[in-house]
């Protein structure tokens, strides 16, 4: 299979969130020799019990570029402050200008329903800007704006945190990559964070930041017969493309399930 297009963008609502949920495939991907963009929409400025906004951003910022680095990626953040990611026109306007800009082939977000809304905007967000980035007359502000992609994105939502609903209840994946052989690289993906091990024991009672991670991928292995896997959803509506190109990169390590 030939693919000219050899870029990858994974957009999360805060620092860690794309390693979290898709670091895995993401490594995968870069040993295909994909190249690896990450887009973050907020400055993670609320999540520490002791750091004020200005100094936990800028730590932050330090860890997301740390584990960038040891991905091979570039990093985009854009800014948004926490629990203030709103839709309106100047959010759209940037998050298609980060489309623009990296111009992939796949795209990779959260799903549209997860236990925090500033997940829930940035999957909104990105779909939207997935979907306007070909459009000649959807113009931004932007100072020097990126020229339109030549076609919408393939798009894939990750499994919603810990797999789990808003309710609570299991979550089924339709696309499953077998990460089992990363999983240790995602560990040290996620140590990278080094702020949010404290920040998720003192607000959500998560005392082990790593383990909650092998937990859900241990779960989602389970629903294809490996030990480690990450869970996704393909965007398959109108205009956006259907055949699975994340199975085609990944061959017989992507588990499709009906």
Known sequence: MKVENRRILAVGAHPDD?????????????????????????????????????????IRRHEALDAAKLLGAELYPLGELDLRITPDDRTKEATTEL??????????????EDYMADHEVCSRLVRLACFCAPIPNYTTRAPIPAPRTYGIPYLYYWSPFEGLDIYGGFVPQSVLVDITPVVTFKTDLLTCHKSQRDWLLEQHGIDRYT???KQTGRRYGKECGVEFAEGFRQHLGNAYPRDNMLAQILGARVKEKK
């Open 18 to 58: 794309v390693e979290f949920m898709c670091g895995g495939t993401l490594k995968l991907l870069a040993e295909e020799g994909y190249e690896i963009f990450i887009g973050i929409m907020a400055n993670g400025d609320c999540g520490s019990m002791v750091e004020p906004p200005e100094s936990i951003t800028r």
């Open 99 to 112: 489309v623009r800009s990296v111009d992939p082939l796949l795209v990779f977000t959260h799903p549209h």
């Open 211 to 213: 383990e909650l991670m």
